[in-house]
């Protein structure tokens, strides 16, 4: 296995090969970054070339799909897999699957923590051939290793829908630990209720993944007029302690736009509907 970029990802992933029992050819533009894999059994690479030529298959994990370029460009890659597991558009992930033979775009679905466990999941696209021959050495990286396709740029579209799902849901629990703070309470008293909240709330989304594909949004847990009341009461609550109402404006101003084209009385799944459409 060949590792190129030992930030914070790259060093697990590497350390997971590693572990794995893997032979681990590794390369970072700042060579210090693979001291503690080096004396893990790590190879170091004096050059990017050194290392693509030292495996058969290529993961390249950098900040952004630049770097990549700036890396592989001048490498003869030969018939090597490249895995990139860099974050990006799923544009740039076509446009590089069409310069590089056996490639396999992914993302890895885990902090740096977490590679390696049952916790990651790595989700890829592009290449099946190449998916299929390195699936049991991809594994070693997160135990769901889920194929989406031959088109390359299936894995980065997910993967933007995931961290968008992240950061949203991130956002409203800082909303609620926000609003616990201006009450005097801690947010620590705050994040059980939280948790719970959010396997519930995970507990209904093949339902309005359901609704969402078949297009009709009857009710399952309230109707959007009745989220709408709560939404007022959030709104109310923020401002009364001092808190930012910036989210649950926004929040509400999907709601009215849906009650507006007449789907007051739909599931909340009908909003799909506000999403859908060009800011
Ligand atoms: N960290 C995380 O939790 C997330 C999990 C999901 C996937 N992301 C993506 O993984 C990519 C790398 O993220 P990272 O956390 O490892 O990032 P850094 O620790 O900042 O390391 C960046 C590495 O990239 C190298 N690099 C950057 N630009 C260049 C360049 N022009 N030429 C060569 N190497 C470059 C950098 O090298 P150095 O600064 O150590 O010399 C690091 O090795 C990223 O797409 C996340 O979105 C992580």
Partial sequence: MTVIGLGAMGRALAGAFLREGHRTTVWNRTAEKADELVARGAVLAGSVGEAVAAS????????????VRELLDPVDLGDRAVVNLTSGTPGAARELAGRVGAYLDG?????????GTAEAVLVCSGSRAAFERYEPVLRGLGAETVYLGEDAGLAALYEVGVLGLMWSTLNGFLQGAALARAAGLDAASFAPLAVKSMESVAGWLPDYARQIDEGSYPPLDATIDVHLAAMRNLIEES?????STELPRFVKALADRAVAEGRGEEGYAALVEQFGKPS
């Fill in 107 to 115: 993302g890895i679905m885990a902090t740096p923590a977490a590679v």
């Fill in 239 to 243: 401002e009364s302690l001092g808190v």
């Fill in 56 to 67: 058969p298959l290529v993961v390249v994990c950098v900040t952004d799909y630049d770097a």
